[in-house]
């Protein structure tokens, strides 16, 4: 029923005019963090980091334990004439019991288990925030690209019917012998070119389509568009090398690579304390209880001790020195790793800024283009009527003008999506920023 309730809703809000059904990016967003299998599994991971902790502090903390038996004995014992001692058959049951409980007090890897369990929390956690950013800027991507084969449908849907008025121009001109079948043909092959690149447009925008799907669980109903026009600012500071330092101090790239670091340098103390004595608080009790014996004797006996127990490796083949040298390879292997980060991170950090300040530039370039071709175009159709221009100037300047429009709207995008990257890259995007970019959106008309 519900199903149903929902399909004629949606059929009703598609085919009555003013009446749409819109998913703007805050929205997407939101339901990404619900629905992202990658962010899903990223939570996962900090749950079970949290109990690695528990269980690298409990090599620190007291065991206990019980152990029981019980037996039934069968006892034969034959003696030789030498001993003079009875044959004895003897058949009784028996049952023990007993607990230890130890107490490390010197147990130099246990600690660095611990501190590693730690270590291991704080890249996890670190990983999450990572990831939650990585998301933001996938799910703006995935946006803006359906948006953008969005626009490139229709505006070969605009030209195509541009190129149609133009054909049927042409065949009424060529009727009335104003102009030669050269006309014809020529917007007649513009038309068919228009329709082929029509079917590639749509099956991109399937593509895009499918992408965002990947993301969120199910397909977008109807997205809101970039209002026109729009401002877009610098970066603030307006200074690459800035970026760049604060890029070092707070990316969560860099911080997942530096607690992998701090990982490996406990991993280091862990193979050097395997040389080092443990010592650990330890007491026993143990009850025995047998109902009979050797001469079918029942004993009941208890015993408890308490004490220091010291154990020190005195040799294991060059097995901890092995593992000791492997560590440190680790080390060096993760501080090559930080460094590399740090650099990965700094470039992808300058091409973000110079991505926002470039598509700055580039859109105010196409503004003004977009402005000069639609003037071009009012001219070329001016000219065609006086006489002065062809047809052709005329579909030439149609195809300049729809480029513009295009390219503009995919510079917009493209500037709007490094300026995400370029927050991300830092380390400082928060959820304020996709509604900010949100207030950048409006309903799409039907």
């Known amino acids: 029923m519900k199903k149903t309730i929902l399909a004629r809703s949606l059929a009703f809000a598609l085919f009555v005019p003013g009446l749409v059904f819109g998913e703007d990016l805050l929205q997407v967003y939101k339901e990404a963090v619900k629905a992202d299998t990658v962010y899903a599994g990223a939570r996962a991971q900090v749950d079970a980091a949290k109990e690695r902790v528990i269980q690298g502090k409990s090599g620190l903390r007291p065991q206990a334990n019980l152990n029981g038996e019980w037996k039934w004995n069968d006892l034969n014992i034959r003696s030789d004439n030498t001993a003079r001692l009875p044959n004895t058959d003897n058949r009784f049951t028996s049952w023990q019991a007993g607990a230890r409980a130890t107490q490390p007090l010197y147990r130099t890897q246990n600690s660095a288990v611990y501190e590693q369990s730690k270590f291991g929390l704080k890249q996890i956690e670190a990983q999450l ?5 990585q998301l ?41 012998g104003t102009a030669t079948i050269t006309d014809t043909y020529d917007a007649q092959a513009r038309a068919d070119l ?12 399937e593509v895009k389509m499918r992408a965002l799907q990947q993301i969120i669980g199910r397909l977008p ?11 877009l600012s610098l970066p603030e500071p307006n200074d690459i090398e800035r970026w760049v330092e604060q890029a070092y101090k707070s990316s969560w790239d860099v911080a997942v690579q ?39 004797v029942a004993t009941d ?19 901890l020195t092995a593992k000791v040298r492997e560590a440190i390879a680790n080390r060096t292997k993760a501080e090559q790793d930080y460094e590399a980060t740090r650099r990965d991170v700094a470039q992808k950090t300058r091409e973000a800024f110079l991505g926002v300040v470039s598509g700055l530039a580039e859109i105010k370039a196409l503004e003004q283009a977009l402005a000069s071709n639609k003037l071009s175009l009012d001219a070329s159709k001016l000219g065609q009527e006086v006489g002065v221009r062809t047809q052709v100037d005329v579909l030439n300047a149609q195809e300049r003008l729809f480029s513009a429009r295009r390219d503009l709207q995919r510079s917009r995008y493209s500037t709007i999506v490094n ?4 927050k991300a890259a830092v380390g400082k995007l928060s959820d304020k920023d996709i509604e900010v970019l949100n207030s ?5 008309k039907s």
């Open 129 to 133: 925030s990572l990831i939650g950013q």
């Open 136 to 176: 933001m800027v996938r799910v703006s991507q995935a946006y803006f690209d359906v948006l953008l084969a969005q626009d490139t449908v229709d505006y070969l849907k605009s030209q195509e019917a541009a190129i149609s008025e133009q054909l049927a121009q042409a065949k009424r001109n060529f009727e009335v």
């Open 221 to 231: 109903i109807k997205l809101s568009v970039l209002a026109d026009p729009i401002t």
């Open 419 to 422: 300026q995400i990257k370029l």
């Open 301 to 319: 006996t208890r015993s408890f001790g308490a004490g220091i127990e010291v154990a020190y490796p005195l040799y294991t083949s060059g097995n």
């Open 194 to 205: 228009v329709r082929a690149q029509q079917i590639g447009a749509k099956n991109e925008f």
């Open 440 to 444: 950048l959106l409006r309903e799409r």
């Open 258 to 296: 530096k607690t992998v670091v701090d990982q490996s340098q406990t991993a280091l103390d862990i193979a050097r304390g395997g040389h080092d004595p443990t010592v650990d608080a330890v007491g026993t009790f143990s009850y025995d209880s047998k109902n009979g014996g050797n001469f079918g």
